[in-house]
């Protein structure tokens, strides 16, 4: 396992949700270091077939040589589809992991570390045409700040999207630097790394789709599991998990779930256990994973 790329967060609680059938089929829609691939693997006889999906061309470095795994260069979102496509419509269980790659954190050249003077870049795919450099420089005022506001829950959302405008007037932010001296006034000692982390939370939401993506691949994902099939997905922060919540537990992202003349609801799903969190031996040895949560359901 390639360590040095991405170390799989919630390895053993994750794969173990799946309740693994050595024949079955499985879904790994974010493969990144190939980590929780590796361990489906791992439990899959000769009959078991693996379809993984990473939208970074990078991770197809990682791609183990298998014969029962089948790699897809694609963002899960269009999962069916390509599912279809590789003659497969009904699947055993789905794994996801749904935060930035160490490796993508590491490379000061993709712009998703605060860490680095980077480009402003920020695109998971980058085949995709938007950037953080085109979000900062040619959003409006009113989109930045519901950026802000939104994807990465600022208070000062509104006077910090003012301040980034007033500055690319002058000339234009595009590297992390430029835009960490745009906004430094807004960065208190105590709090500049969790203010910066915010900031940069709700850029690369905006320039990945992140949250779309989910919806429309969480929708697809009751159709495409077999009853009694496991969903296993693991989030990152707060907006990510509210949607895997409400959308196990009702099959909906907003409202209530109608009910029949008898009181009862027509659900895709149920959510299995509890919430799982990562043991503190593992934040010490891995620290990515102090915010992730695992949420698993089952179809019914």
């Known amino acids: 396992m390639k360590t040095n790329y991405h170390l799989p967060v919630l390895l053993e609680p994750a794969v173990e949700g799946l309740q693994i059938k050595p024949d079955g089929t499985y879904v790994d829609v974010t493969f990144g270091g190939g980590g929780h691939a590796r ?5 899959l006889n000769h009959k078991g077939r693996l379809i993984a999906f990473d939208q970074d ?13 089948v790699l897809i260069n694609e963002n899960f979102r269009y999962i069916k589809p390509f599912l279809k496509l590789h ?15 160490s490796h993508q954190f590491d490379m000061p050249d993709r712009g998703f570390s605060t860490r680095f ?9 980058q085949r995709s045409s938007l950037t953080a450099g085109e979000v900062i420089n040619q959003y409006s005022e009113a989109d930045l700040k519901k950026i802000f506001a939104v994807y990465g829950e600022i208070k000062s959302a509104a006077a910090m999207a003012k301040q980034i405008v007033s500055v690319r007037q002058s000339e234009p932010i595009t590297t992390s630097k430029q835009l960490q001296s745009a906004i430094a006034r807004f960065l208190p000692k105590h709090r500049e790394n969790k203010v910066l982390a915010q900031v940069y939370q ?3 939401i905006e ?21 009694g099939g496991r969903l296993s997905l693991i989030s990152y922060h707060s907006l990510e998990d509210r ?15 109608e009910k029949d003349i008898y009181g009862n609801v027509d659900v895709p799903l149920k959510p299995v256990g509890k919430l799982i969190v990562p043991t503190p031996e593992e934040i010490q040895h891995n620290n990515r994973a102090r915010s992730a949560k695992l949420r698993i359901a089952e179809r019914l």
């Open 87 to 101: 003659g497969v419509r009904k699947v055993n269980g789905i794994l996801g992991d749904l935060g930035v790659s």
């Open 243 to 257: 949607l895997v919540k409400r959308f196990m537990k009702s099959g909906l992202f907003y409202g209530e779930p």
């Open 202 to 204: 709700a850029i690369r």
């Open 39 to 43: 361990k489906i693997l791992e439990l």
């Open 117 to 125: 003077d980077g480009v402003l870049d920020m695109r998971m795919n």
């Open 207 to 227: 320039v990945n789709q992140e949250l779309e993506a989910l919806q429309e691949f969480l929708l697809q994902t009751p159709d495409l599991l077999v009853p």
């Open 57 to 69: 061309a990078q991770a197809l470095q990682n791609a183990p040589d298998d014969p029962r795994i």
